[in-house]
């Protein structure tokens, strides 16, 4: 879903999407005049989450999910997500999403995101007869949805969610995803989505989220080890010896043993 228009960065230094060239896409998809189905399958993530909003209906699998993981990158949704899922599911469930970064199945949120959920056997056939089924259904365009909420009620909400946004993922992006999905309320829906571009801007540009970012790909290629193709196949580990049983040797068995691999921890004495 994201691959339309999002190209995947594959280090710090690549080149993200532009959120601008976002909006305009997803601006035309929200003026077709016919019905335009999301059949998620899988992860909607960041980019995906983001074209799933506009749509006139989605369909998705009962083990699909949604999620806006950008706040992990010192983000924020920058193609309309601060002001379209607040509109779609409620501020305070998009208020976690947005603040937990976490992918969410239908029954990790208390509001549905999509608007049926189907064991699907084969995704575009059951996606092409839901399409039938709401090919009569008015457009739905989330932008025509006014939000109406006080700014004591607004503030409640936020702390909330505040609590389940991690230390780490930095202080910048967690307060500006607050002000963003404020202006769903305060601010005509164009205006809010413009400062929502230059919010995104300013965090990519500074060094909470340049750190952040850098982590997410050296963490990532620390699990590779160079010169090894792809397509080698590890061997199977039947049994690990430990020598030494102290206190640091004592937790590498207790770990191998808890992954199910059997071990035998020797004493340093019992090699002599």
């Given at each position: 879903m994201a691959a339309c228009f999002a190209p995947v960065p594959t280090s710090p230094n690549s080149t993200w999407w532009a959120p601008s060239d976002a909006h305009e896409l997803i601006a035309v998809v929200e003026a077709l005049p016919k019905p335009v189905?999301?059949?998620?399958?899988?992860?909607?993530?960041?980019?995906?989450?983001?074209?799933?909003?506009?749509?006139?209906?989605?369909?998705?699998?009962?083990?699909?999910?949604?999620?806006?993981?950008?706040?992990?990158?010192?983000?924020?949704?920058?193609a309309g997500g601060t002001q379209r899922l607040p509109r779609l599911i409620g501020v305070e469930e998009a208020l976690k999403m947005i603040l937990g970064g976490e992918a969410y199945r239908r029954r990790d949120s208390a509001a549905d995101w999509a608007d049926r959920f189907y064991r699907a056997c084969d995704l575009l056939a059951d996606a092409a007869a839901f399409a039938r089924h709401v090919q009569t259904r008015p457009p739905r365009r989330l932008r025509d949805i006014r939000?109406?909420?006080?700014?004591?009620?607004?503030?409640?909400?936020?702390?909330?969610?505040?609590?389940?946004?991690?230390?780490?993922?930095?202080?910048?992006?967690?307060?500006?995803?607050i002000d963003a999905v404020?202006?769903?309320?305060?601010?005509?829906?164009?205006?809010?989505?413009?400062?929502?571009?230059?919010?995104?801007?300013?965090?990519?540009?500074?060094?909470?989220s340049k750190a952040?970012?850098?982590?997410?790909?050296?963490?990532?290629?620390?699990?590779?080890?160079?010169?090894?193709?792809?397509?080698?196949?590890?061997?199977?580990?039947?049994?690990?010896?430990?020598?030494?049983?102290?206190?640091m040797g004592a937790r590498i068995a207790l770990c191998f043993a808890r992954a199910g691999i059997p071990v035998r921890l020797i004493d340093n004495d019992a090699v002599h």
């Amino acid at each position: 879903m994201a691959a339309c228009f999002a190209p995947v960065p594959t280090s710090p230094n690549s080149t993200w999407w532009a959120p601008s060239d976002a909006h305009e896409l997803i601006a035309v998809v929200e003026a077709l005049p016919k019905p335009v189905i999301a059949a998620i399958h899988g992860a909607a993530l960041g980019a995906g989450s983001n074209w799933h909003s506009p749509v006139i209906s989605a369909f998705a699998t009962a083990t699909a999910r949604l999620g806006t993981p950008e706040i992990k990158l010192g983000l924020i949704p920058g193609a309309g997500g601060t002001q379209r899922l607040p509109r779609l599911i409620g501020v305070e469930e998009a208020l976690k999403m947005i603040l937990g970064g976490e992918a969410y199945r239908r029954r990790d949120s208390a509001a549905d995101w999509a608007d049926r959920f189907y064991r699907a056997c084969d995704l575009l056939a059951d996606a092409a007869a839901f399409a039938r089924h709401v090919q009569t259904r008015p457009p739905r365009r989330l932008r025509d949805i006014r939000m109406r909420h006080g700014t004591g009620e607004f503030d409640a909400m936020a702390r909330a969610a505040h609590g389940i946004a991690r230390p780490a993922l930095g202080h910048r992006a967690t307060a500006a995803a607050i002000d963003a999905v404020r202006l769903s309320f305060e601010m005509p829906f164009d205006a809010a989505l413009q400062r929502e571009r230059i919010l995104f801007d300013d965090l990519l540009a500074g060094d909470e989220s340049k750190a952040l970012r850098h982590l997410f790909f050296a963490e990532r290629e620390a699990a590779r080890v160079p010169g090894i193709p792809a397509d080698i196949v590890p061997t199977e580990i039947k049994l690990v010896a430990i020598i030494g049983a102290g206190a640091m040797g004592a937790r590498i068995a207790l770990c191998f043993a808890r992954a199910g691999i059997p071990v035998r921890l020797i004493d340093n004495d019992a090699v002599h």
